[in-house]
């Protein structure tokens, strides 16, 4: 089955705690992505990836980083965890850009730091 | 900024009648639109696209309408199902910077039996 997983589903950590969100997917995209869903504003773009190696800034990159040295996983780094990082992160994958190819999402995780 | 703009948070219809969810860009270089529907619990799934070559383009009970001049694009769905209840994104995309997709806020659609 086509799908993009993530993990974990949830999670709550203190602030300053690193921490990692895993990203997989078995379609062979090249193209990935990660957003933060928060109330009233939408998804908003955190960093996205091209191919393998190939990665840059979304709009909302700040106290995240990531990494694509395998095609099918791009995980999502918090290196020192703030409250204002509590939200919902969806990672994403499409076989082309994401304008004009569907892109697929994986079922989230919601962070909460407290 | 907020490029892309969904102006009603929710939307309620009763079963088998029409649901109309409207979006507003601001960005006049965005010229492909995509509509996401989102349960609970899940990630967003794609939905129905538009070009901007074109003006309304339909999928079964799903029409996505654009009007470039208004900077302005809705999505119809005729006739409403209790499964359409979700959230709707619409996202803008320009060919400069095709890799990002620009999301609204979301629209909260129920539909009553």
């Known amino acids: 089955e086509a799908q993009v997983t993530q993990n974990p589903r949830y999670l709550i950590t203190v602030t300053g705690k690193k921490l990692t969100v895993t990203c997989s997917q078995n379609?062979?995209?090249?193209?990935m992505s990660w957003y933060r869903q928060d109330p009233g504003l939408g998804l908003r773009q955190i960093y996205y990836?091209?191919?393998?190696?190939?990665?840059d800034k979304g709009d909302v990159p700040e106290g995240y980083k990531v990494s694509r040295k395998e095609k099918r996983n791009f995980p999502l780094i918090l290196e020192s965890p703030s409250p204002n990082q509590t939200s919902l992160y969806f990672c994403a994958s499409s076989r082309g850009s994401f304008r004009g190819t569907e892109a697929f999402f994986g079922q989230g995780t919601r962070l909460t730091v407290v | 900024d907020q490029q892309v703009k969904q102006n009603s948070p929710s939307l309620s219809v009763q079963e088998g009648r029409i649901s109309i969810l409207n979006c507003d860009y601001t960005?006049?270089?965005?010229?492909?639109f995509l509509w996401y529907k989102k349960y609970p619990a899940e990630g967003p799934t794609f939905l129905i696209s538009?070009?901007?070559?074109?003006d309304k383009n339909e999928d079964g009970r799903f029409t996505v309408f654009l009007n470039k001049s208004a900077k302005h694009l809705s999505l119809h769905i005729v006739p409403s199902q209790p499964g359409d209840s979700a959230v709707y994104f619409c996202a803008a995309s320009a060919e400069q910077g095709a890799q990002k997709l620009v999301f609204g806020q979301g629209t909260r659609l129920t539909i009553n039996p």
């Open positions: 379609m062979n995209h090249e193209y």
């Open positions: 538009i070009s901007s070559i074109k």
């Open positions: 990836s091209m191919n393998v190696e190939v990665t």
């Open positions: 960005n006049s270089m965005f010229d492909y």
